[in-house]
């Protein structure tokens, strides 16, 4: 019988899925300046493994518009409801955060904002262009929504032209209605391929164990490809709360190498592919 991310599944997680708690002088500095400016990173709200290792080395990945999201995705830790009024302080402060912790490679994501008519992305634009003001040398990768498929908002990434505009996937078409409840697949597709139209580099990830079947992978490496898509990220999908989609089985390392080495044959830039691996990890290896 078919598996589907439904099904209620309980595992202990391997070994190979454990992680230090964060310490460290520079996980303090960075914790003490996310504080100090009221920031939110996708770090904390989406509660990533690798938190304590990125934040030791000084960078982090920025989450504006908020903390809240009007989306309702089944495997996202971010809170779901009502957002407050856009903070249109909040490029600044996260520009000047940039700033301060003297980040060579610098990835911004948001919530969706999918009650605002241009969606979230004139903050965008100006998150962006305060961080070049202030830190010229800076690059940066935009990990953006899809903005309901309004084509108008998204030129306004592709005008700012980040080093690399990342849309994630997120899941197999199979699975996308139930993981995704209110993404489409071809949309993201499309999102993928005006923006490598517009002359950007392109990413997107994709997590595993939630019932996805290897052939359903490769179809998504396929249709990637056929937008042409420069980099790809694999992770291991960990369930949040009891109240989120559970897992439904562990991919092994084993697995995601061999994930890795099928991405590269078809043509993809750069692969990260492992058990940890999140949209962010390792982001200042893709640029090229």
Not at 80 to 109: F, Q, Y
Not at 216 to 226: F, N, S, Y
Not at 244 to 255: A, I, K, R, W
């Amino acid at each position: 019988m078919e598996t589907t991310v439904k099904e209620e599944r309980r595992f202990k997680k391997p070994d190979w899925l454990r992680v230090k708690l964060p310490t460290g002088e520079e996980y303090t500095k960075v914790r003490k300046i996310v504080d100090t400016h009221q920031l939110h990173t996708i770090c904390e709200s989406g509660n990533c493994p690798n938190m304590g290792e990125c934040w030791g080395a000084g960078t982090a990945t920025f989450m504006i518009l908020g903390n809240i999201c009007t989306r309702s995705c089944g495997f996202c830790a971010v809170a779901t409801g009502r957002p407050l009024p856009v903070d249109m302080e909040e490029p600044k402060r996260v520009a000047e955060s940039v700033r301060l912790m003297g980040v060579k490679h610098c990835v911004i994501t948001s919530v969706d904002r999918d009650e605002l008519k241009d969606g979230g992305s004139i903050i965008w634009a100006e998150t962006v262009k305060e961080i070049r003001k202030v830190s010229p040398t800076t690059t940066l990768e935009t990990l953006i929504p899809d903005f309901k498929g309004d084509w108008n908002n998204l030129q306004r990434i592709i005008d700012i032209a980040p080093e690399i505009v990342s849309h994630n996937m997120e899941t197999v078409r199979r699975l996308t209605r139930q993981v995704r409840i209110q993404a489409k697949y071809d949309r993201s597709l499309e999102v993928l391929r005006r923006l490598k139209e517009g002359g950007m580099k392109t990413k997107t990830g994709i997590m595993l164990g939630l019932g996805e079947t290897e052939d359903e992978v490769i179809e998504v490496m396929d249709d990637l490809r056929a937008v042409n898509v420069d980099i790809l990220t694999l992770g291991q999908y960990l369930q949040p709360t009891r109240k989120h989609l559970p897992v439904v089985d562990f991919v092994t390392p084993e697995q995601f190498k061999k994930y890795k080495k099928i991405g590269l044959e078809k043509g993809f830039r750069f692969v990260e592919s492992g058990p940890l691996v999140r949209s962010s990890y390792h982001a200042e290896k893709h640029l090229f």
